[in-house]
Nanobody, 121 residues
Framework: QVQLVESGGGLVQPGGSLRLSCAAS????????MGWYRQAPGNQRELVAA???????NYAGSVKGRFTISRNNAKNTVYLQMNSLKPEDTAVYYC???????????????WGQGTQVTVSS
């Protein structure tokens, strides 16, 4: 059983910062890419940032230069540092990880439960 547990969401004023964390636990043989998506009310879920096991990163244009994704492979954890937050960043943020639970298992995309980020004065 693999679980992704997110933390770090909350309420912040425009221009402020938040750091999200997501730890994968359970039966894990290997983790490939990890990433963050977000979904605002009435909108589709969209990719925010992703990082490969080797550290290559990819960002949505709307967050490039403001958000930084990183990971600690020893802790099976991915982070999202969010700076210069804007009201339009308000959404539920979900982490995802492409995990092989056991050596003979196929890769599978696991998702966290989501954490609310609200940017408002």
């Amino acid at each position: 059983q693999v679980q992704l547990v997110e933390s770090g969401g909350g309420l912040v004023q425009p221009g402020g910062s938040l750091r999200l964390s997501c730890a994968a636990s359970g039966s894990i043989f290997s983790i490939n890419a990890m990433g963050w998506y977000r979904q605002a009310p009435g909108n589709q879920r969209e990719l925010v940032a992703a990082i490969t096991s080797g550290g290559s990163t990819n960002y949505a244009g709307s967050v490039k230069g403001r958000f930084t994704i990183s990971r600690n492979n020893a802790k099976n954890t991915v982070y999202l540092q969010m700076n210069s937050l804007k009201p339009e960043d308000t959404a539920v943020y979900y982490c995802t990880a492409n995990i092989r639970a056991r050596v003979a298992n196929p890769l599978y995309d696991y998702w966290g439960q989501g954490t609310q980020v609200t940017v408002s004065s």
